[in-house]
T-cell receptor
């Protein structure tokens, strides 16, 4: 059974304090790892897709990386507006277009 | 593009009542997904459609739940009869390629 585990569950940072969120997965044949951002009261918003180990994607203060067992979402010099829950999800061959989501990391950036 | 549209945004009902949630996917998307999100279980896929045809409904919790997609621009998720444990946020998402799914704003359902 495909499993996706995110850590930590919650993270509080001071503005400008860089850190990383982790998404580890146990799947048979990864067909894509997805990062989403979810603000309170809203639906998840797509950030990145990674397909192969070694791949990296960047967007503003966020950079996502992928290894064979995990993905990291690095946040450089975060701002309060980066506060949100960050979700990762995986797609595997047997799941067609389904995604298996992790439980998320709730990030709070304090001014 | 307006994105995925869901209605209502909030629904409060009493146990035993029928609840219908509605979704309009992004035009041109051929996949539509219904998810449920709770604090305990996170985001769970309930059912998804491809070209209006249900492909996998293994995530539908019980026979009380049903979903339809009569055309490419409209889908419904119905709960009959509703129970307090159905209280959650229900999301609709759509996609075209094997890439990202676009989520709607969700419907917050409270069953008293």
């Amino acid at each position: 059974e495909d499993q996706v585990t995110q850590s930590p569950e919650a993270l509080r940072l001071q503005e400008g304090e860089s850190s990383s969120l982790n998404c580890s997965y146990t799947v048979s044949g990864l067909r894509g790892l997805f990062w989403y951002r979810q603000d309170p009261g809203k639906g998840p918003e797509f950030l990145f897709t990674l397909y192969s180990a070694g791949e990296e994607k960047e967007k503003e203060r966020l950079k996502a990386t992928l290894t064979k067992k995990e993905s990291f979402l690095h946040i450089t010099a975060p701002k309060p507006e980066d506060s949100a829950t960050y979700l990762c999800a995986v797609r595997t061959p047997g799941s067609a277009r389904q995604l298996t989501f992790g439980s998320g990391t709730q990030l709070t950036v304090l001014p | 593009d307006a994105g995925v549209i869901q209605s209502p945004r909030h629904e409060v009902t009493e146990m035993g009542q029928e609840v219908t949630l509605r979704c309009k996917p992004i035009s041109g998307h051929d996949y539509l997904f219904w998810y449920r999100q709770t604090m305990m279980r996170g985001l769970e896929l309930l059912i998804y459609f491809n070209n209006n045809v249900p492909i996998d409904d293994s995530g539908m919790p019980e026979d009380r739940f049903s979903a339809k997609m009569p055309n490419a621009s409209f889908s419904t998720l119905k709960i009959q009869p509703s129970e307090p444990r159905d209280s959650a946020v229900y999301f609709c998402a759509s996609s075209q390629a094997l890439n990202q799914q676009f989520f709607g704003p969700g419907t917050r359902l409270t069953v008293l």
